[in-house]
């Protein structure tokens, strides 16, 4: 019965690994513009799609 599972939990471990890597860049320059495009979309002009996107963003967006 392992051998049957193996490859779909090989899959989601490969997933959640690239998943992982996208929150933690591996060099300065992904850290920089992981950083730089958190700012963008916080900026007011994009609060509105994030509020129809994630609803409540009240923790982190300030309401205007």
Sequence with gaps: MGQELRP?????QQRT????RSLVPATRIGLATQ???T????RDAFTGLLRRSYGDTSSI???T
């Design 61 to 63: 967006l300030t309401r």
């Design 8 to 12: 779909a939990v090989q899959q989601r």
């Design 17 to 20: 690994r690239a998943f992982a």
């Design 35 to 37: 950083s730089a495009v």
């Design 39 to 42: 700012r963008l979309i916080l």
